[in-house]
């Protein structure tokens, strides 16, 4: 990692993941696939809408374990570290890397990308495995 900013960040990756089990990862949640985006219109409401719904479609896969989708939060504590620039962020969990590759090629996704890309400016997808 080149900066304290990428450390915080991984290092949040996996408190994430830690809070999504309640516990660390184990052999059946290993791997985090974690996307921000940041709307092109971040203004228009009906295009935020429509990205957020087509976020929450898309954690009902069979391959998804768990998914969230949220907004920035910011607290005073962490607020020269907290990323706060996105509008989205979605964390879905897999059992493994293949499964996150089954997701990524499945119809439903790339659908997903082709009915929505034109709503997003920028995309960060962050991947991180239980170590």
Sequence with gaps: MNNRREFLQQSGLLAAGSALTGSSATPSMNFIHHVLFWAKNPNNEAEKTQLFKALKALGGLPMIQTAHVGKPIITEFDKPVTEGSYTFSVVLTFADAEKEKEYLYHP??????DENKHLWGKVQVIDSQAI
């Design 108 to 113: 439903l996704h790339k659908k997903f990308i």
